[in-house]
């Protein structure tokens, strides 16, 4: 009986063990694909708003518009947003993927703390049975 008990509580903190494992791995790869999708948005972002501006540039050259005044303070305001809306979508993932991090530590320390916990009440249990002269 107490043989028994004591393997049923191995496993059982085996399993736990594993299970924060995965839970810290999977948090950890979402994490890593939300860092990247930040990315690659931002990328899109400056690549469109970098077409956007050529066609404007090519427009007001065809005017014969010059290197100054206002149809270039209009381009330069249009660079600034587009690069604005590119860092705001990369730190909103950023963000998530740090709220993901968190997780993933907080899986791990769950995993610990499990582990403590059962090792604790794997000690009484084996003071109590010896006390009863179950286990010597």
Not at 7 to 20: D, P, S, V, W, Y
Not at 78 to 88: K, P, V
Request: net charge positive; no cysteine; hydrophobic share 35%.
């Amino acid at each position: 009986m107490a043989a028994s008990a004591m393997i049923g509580a191995g496993l059982q903190l085996a399993n736990t063990a594993l299970q924060a494992r995965n839970a810290e791995t999977d948090n950890r790869e979402e994490s890593q694909q939300l860092a990247e999708r930040g990315a690659h948005e931002a990328t899109e972002i400056r690549r469109d708003n970098q077409r956007a501006r050529a066609k404007q540039r090519v427009a007001m050259l065809k005017g014969g518009v010059t290197d100054s005044g206002s149809p270039t303070d209009t381009l330069l305001d249009l660079t600034q947003e587009g690069e604005r809306d590119a860092h705001w979508a990369q730190l909103g993932y950023d963000q998530a993927a740090r709220a993901k991090e968190r997780e993933a530590r907080r899986a791990r320390r769950s995993g610990v703390l499990d582990q403590l916990t059962t090792f604790n009440s794997l000690g009484g249990n084996l003071l109590q049975m010896q006390k009863r002269g179950e286990f010597k």
